[in-house]
Nanobody, 124 residues
Framework: QVQLVESGGGLVQTGGSLRLSCTVS????????MGWFRQAPGKEREFVFA????????YYSDSVKGRFTISRDNAKNTVYLQMNSLKPEDTAVYYC?????????????????WGQGTQVTVSS
């Protein structure tokens, strides 16, 4: 059983920063592509960032370009999402997800396991 647990969400002002963490247990972390998605109230879940199994390649949404970065520490079974220059439109529940594939992808259906989500609220 693979379990993903996110942490690091919270309330921040416009322009502020947060770092989300997602720790994976149950299987070999380095065998998974990892992704971050988010879902705002009344909207569909959308792709934010993905990282390859080795961490050598990343793939991001244009909406976070230059503001967010993704990284992973395979020794700690953890993936991170560093969020800078936050905007009110970044407000959402953020989910991490794991995919048993060999390439980073934005496609939500490619992801096999999901965390419970962590709330990020950016005040104006």
């Amino acid at each position: 059983q693979v379990q993903l647990v996110e942490s690091g969400g919270g309330l921040v002002q416009t322009g502020g920063s947060l770092r989300l963490s997602c720790t994976v247990s149950g299987r070999t972390f380095s065998s998974y592509v990892m992704g971050w998605f988010r879902q705002a109230p009344g909207k569909e879940r959308e792709f934010v960032f993905a990282i390859s199994r080795s961490g050598g390649r990343t793939y991001y949404s244009d909406s976070v370009k230059g503001r967010f970065t993704i990284s992973r520490d395979n020794a700690k079974n953890t993936v991170y999402l560093q969020m800078n220059s936050l905007k009110p439109e970044d407000t959402a529940v953020y989910y991490c997800a794991a995919a048993s594939i060999s390439y980073a992808t934005r496609l939500i259906d490619e992801y096999d396991y999901w965390g419970q989500g962590t709330q990020v609220t950016v005040s104006s």
